[in-house]
């Protein structure tokens, strides 16, 4: 939470978004992924996906790749099946293990996992501390048209069949929750599809983590700039194009309530991508938002022009800062509030239903339900009587 000494600072939270947004677009081809905090285990039922999808995450956002299986097959020269039927299941395992137990990785990896890598505490733990674990699902039904003329699967051996696989799929149904961070069910799906939804939610959940991450990153700079375009279009419209603004604002809030009124120009880091709105809310000219996390506005909530809510943060120690790191805090407005003209929200406030705020203040510090507060910082002058019934 924000406190009151770094709250002048934070007033400078708004550069953020839109300066690294010049410099990083123009040198989108030429930079290397390489957090490798963020390498991905694919893991999940056999024909679940892993293997596909992983080279689509390869491609799209061109990580390395590492197939475990083959990986495996290479070091004892073998196959899996030759595997299970020389040395037995319990020998595998172990090789599984000791794969995890040594993978070192110098660039952004995609881990595609054997169906049974999950099964193992220790295989998880060692995922854990490597990177996010992403389960692919699919329905039985699925599974067995994408593997049933596959002799590769010892597991499967002489039980290729949909009732097996449903049943051998639910035994196992815990051990991957437990493991995984999120899931991605593919059924139906592209591979470009799952792979562009397993990353968006990785990059979501930095965004949304409250601690430090590059707001650099190429592809979440793809991504911001496609809500950028839409504001832009926004921004462009006439008047009377009454339908046209409705329109474009559902595409560009996260949530957007009925009978909203947003005044051109608006002004978001992400075009509104976090921003949640209830009913009749109403912001006049020049709404700035810095909108790298959740801002929420609740129903009949009125904004001044020339107003700022600002999300995104930076690290007061200059080495951080220096490196362009980014953190972000949500800012929650609640219903039927009165944002006076050119007032500034910062990061992590919260303004509590009926609360007025007067013009030009500066909102350091959570403001309670029903308060009159002015200044900068802002402070609470009086507390409103509530409306006799
Ligand atoms: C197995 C899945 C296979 C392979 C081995 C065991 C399992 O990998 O590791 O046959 O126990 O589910 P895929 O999930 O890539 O098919």
């Known amino acids: 939470m924000v406190t009151g000494a770094d709250a002048q600072w934070l007033v400078l939270a708004g550069c953020a978004g839109s300066f690294c947004i010049t410099i990083y677009i123009t040198i989108l081809q030429e930079r290397e992924r390489n957090m490798t905090e963020k390498n991905i285990f694919l ?99 699925t599974v067995y048209d994408r593997i049933r003329t596959d002799q590769g699967r010892p597991i499967l051996t002489g039980k290729m069949d949909i009732k097996h696989i449903a049943e051998l799929m639910e035994e196992r149904r815990e051990k991957y929750s437990q493991a995984a961070d999120f899931l991605v069910n593919t059924d139906g799906k592209t591979a470009e ?30 991504r911001q700039q496609k809500g950028l375009m839409l504001q832009y279009e926004y921004n462009q419209t006439r008047p009377d194009e009454t339908k046209k603004r409705q329109e474009l604002l559902k595409k560009m809030f996260q949530e957007i309530g009925e009978d909203c009124y947003v005044e051109p120009p608006l002004h978001a880091n992400w075009g509104g991508r976090h921003v949640h709105l209830g009913n009749r809310v109403y912001a006049n000219f020049n709404l700035t938002l810095v909108d790298d996390t ?11 022009p020339n107003v700022t809510i600002a999300c995104g943060s930076h690290p007061l120690e200059p080495g951080l800062r220096s490196k362009g790191l980014q953190l972000n805090h949500p800012v929650r407005i609640g219903k039927n509030v009165w944002i006076g003209a050119g007032a500034i929200l910062l990061p992590g406030v919260s303004v509590g239903d009926n609360a007025v705020i007067g013009a030009g203040s500066v909102v350091t510090k959570d403001i309670p339900a029903g308060a009159v507060a002015v200044g900068n910082p802002c402070r609470v002058i009086r507390m409103l009587e509530p409306e006799k019934e």
């Open 43 to 141: 893991i999940g039922f056999m024909g679940a996906g892993k293997t596909t999808v992983s080279l689509a995450l390869k491609k799209m956002y061109r990580m390395e790749l590492i197939e475990m299986d083959q990986e495996i097959e290479k070091r004892e020269g073998k196959t899996i099946s030759e595997i299970f039927k020389i040395y037995g299941e319990p020998y595998f395992r172990e090789l599984e293990t000791g794969f995890l137990k040594g993978l070192h990785t110098e660039k952004l990896t995609v881990i595609s996992c054997g169906g049974g890598v999950p099964l193992r505490e220790n295989n998880v733990k060692a995922m854990r501390e490597k990177g996010k674990i992403v389960w692919l699902c699919a329905a039985p039904g």
């Open 193 to 222: 599809e799952i792979a562009e939804e397993i990353w968006v939610t990785l990059e979501e959940a930095d965004l949304k983590s409250g601690k430090l991450y590059d707001p650099g990153d190429p592809y979440m700079l793809q």
């Open 294 to 304: 959740d801002i929420y506005i609740g129903d009949s909530t009125m904004i001044g």
